[in-house]
Every structure is written in C-alpha cells, then in structure tokens.
C-alpha cells in the first residue's frame, strides 16, 4: 500500500466503507486513537467453547483504519477450541504463546512457531495441553470478518433446508434437526 496521507482515524460513528471507515478529523484525533490496552488481559474461557477472542481490530484501535491490520489474543482453557470459522477479508498468521505443550492446529505448534491461514480458509484452533494456553492472530485486514461454520450452516436463517444439510453431510435428518436447534 501506498498511503497517500500518513494517517486516517476511523470515525466509528459512520459506516464502513471499501477501504475501512471514514476518517475522523485530523484535528480531533488522540493518541489514544492508536492504542489498545486490552491484550494483556487474560480473556474468559468459562463457555461453551473454552476459549475467549480479544480482538484489536479498527473497532478497538480507530487508528488501524485503512492501514489492512490488526490482531487479536485468543486465550484457551485446557481443551478449548477456537471453533471452525473462516475470515472473508484476510490471511492470518497466529502464534502460540504461552505454555510449550502441542497445539493442534492443523499442524502441531509450540511456544513461538507460527501458522499462516490463507483468506478464507476454514480453520480452527484447539489447546491440546494440559495447562491454559494464549495465542496471538496477525490479520491482514483492520476488519476481517469472521463466520463460523456451524452457525452458519445451521443457525441460518432462513434455515437450510434439512433435506440438504442431511445429504451434504450424509447424515439421517433427525440429526440434522438436532443440530439446527442448537442454534
């Protein structure tokens, strides 16, 4: 990217746009505008999931806006999972932390090695140790956007069709109405 200005504060009180939110006025931007202070923070894994998502994304640092990064902490209880879900707007690259045991990710990491996901790729993350662990996301977009497969699969709305899924999966239908009620 070639900036043609050396910043753009998002405006948070617009709407987005292609390339990320308007800019705020120059003249009322704070240095605060740059900064998030809540990755140091151990996020709750008391869910359904065990695991807890801080995102530091265009919403948290208006000054990311335009810039096409950002990153997040996701914190693990012992066998949490970060769900199957894809990002329509950005590659990922993650990083294990804390506590060396073996993460599944789609390959086994340790403490410092790290993992690229394509743009859209389906993934997901898992803590295969015995310990809480902490991850770090690098995302190439201020806004990546996230869907989760299994809402989006089942919790759609409307739903779809049960015949479909039944058959996508190659399961009886009863199971597949088990798991749209869920959602």
Do not use: W
Not at 41 to 67: D, E, H, M, R
Request: aromatic share 8%; hydrophobic share 40%.
């Amino acid at each position: 990217m070639d900036a043609l200005q050396d910043f753009c504060v998002a405006d948070l009180k617009g709407s987005p746009t292609i390339n990320g939110f308007a800019c705020k006025d120059p003249k009322t931007v704070q240095a605060s505008d740059f900064s998030f202070g809540g990755l140091h923070i151990p996020g709750n894994t008391s869910n359904a999931f065990g695991s807890k998502v801080t995102p530091a994304f265009v919403t948290q640092i208006p000054g990311l806006n335009t810039f096409g990064i950002s990153m997040a902490r996701v914190d693990y209880a012992r066998g949490g999972i970060n769900p199957p879900h894809t990002h329509p707007r950005t590659l990922e690259v993650g990083f294990v932390t804390s506590n060396p045991e073996n993460r599944l990710v789609s390959k086994v990491l340790r403490k410092g090695d790290v993992f690229v996901f394509p743009i859209g790729l389906v993934h997901f993350q898992r803590n295969t140790g015995h310990r809480n662990a902490v991850a770090i996301a690098a995302l190439s977009s201020q806004n990546p956007g996230v869907i989760t497969v299994a809402n989006a699969v089942f919790g759609s709305k409307p739903d779809i069709p049960t015949d479909v899924l039944a058959k996508a999966f190659q399961v009886d239908r009863s199971v597949v109405q088990k798991l749209q009620a869920k959602f």
